[in-house]
């Protein structure tokens, strides 16, 4: 009797809390990492061209940027946003210190993706731009991104995915996405096993969605290529 009851009760939870929490991730976690992830991707392009632009001073302070974010822990960078710069009379909303937090580690960790993505066009792209009269920017723009681009779409996709289950890291700072209302219906239902695996499997279904937009993009890359 005792064990019908309980899972009764835990159905009840489940069925009462997965719409809550979509609805978090699909309004909060979604949104998060879209923006983040944009404004990540151009801070990595900005990135990679000045480790790549020859000129030393560009060189040593985006090597020192990628050098200090990827060697320290994404937790302790938003703690710092967070709840460190006020000390020094610096305070940042929960939702925007999210924000800067996974844009910097984003710009970071794909700043090298797209660094390898355009060293590994051949220099003879370069050279053939150069014969043609085009500057140095017209031929990064027009002949070396555009191939770059798909050698980097899979590795940027990969970490694309990987921002959706990082941002269960903004519920440390109060922004109240999907892993934040778990927590919260937690503590008025004291059954953190069912809530967190619920959590879990709904970010899963949000992995396997952007995983199979994946696999279609790389086939539209690859029959571009191809044809």
């Known amino acids: 009797m005792f064990a019908d009851e309980r899972m009764d009760r835990i159905v009840d939870i489940i069925v009462n809390s997965f719409f809550p929490m979509l609805k978090a991730g699909v309004a909060f976690t979604v949104p998060l990492t879209l923006v983040s992830f944009l404004l990540g991707l151009l801070l990595a392009l900005f990135t990679a061209l000045a480790r790549i632009s020859g000129i030393k001073l560009l060189d040593a302070v985006a090597r020192f940027y990628v050098w200090v974010i990827r060697g320290t822990p994404l937790l302790v960078q938003l703690f710092i946003l967070f709840y460190g710069l006020p000390s020094i009379g610096i305070t940042i909303s929960p939702l925007p210190a999210a924000i800067i937090g996974f ?79 778990a927590q919260q219906i937690t503590a008025t239902t004291y059954e953190p096993l069912v809530l967190y695996c619920l959590a879990g499997f709904i970010y899963l279904i949000f992995s396997t969605v952007l995983s199979n937009a994946q696999g279609k993009m790389e086939k539209r890359f690859d029959r571009y290529v191809t044809g």
């Not at 910097?104 to 797209?114: F, K, L, P, R, T």
Request: no cysteine.
């Open 103 to 181: 844009t910097i580690s984003v710009g970071a960790y794909n700043s090298e993706i797209i660094r390898a993505a355009i060293l590994s066009i051949s220099k003879g792209q370069w050279e053939a731009a150069y014969s043609i009269g085009m500057s140095y920017p017209q031929a990064l723009k027009r002949i070396i991104l555009p191939q770059a681009t798909r050698v980097s779409v899979p590795p940027l996709a990969n970490s694309f995915i990987s921002l959706v289950k990082d941002t269960s890291l903004a519920a440390t700072i109060t922004v109240t996405e999907m892993f934040r209302v």
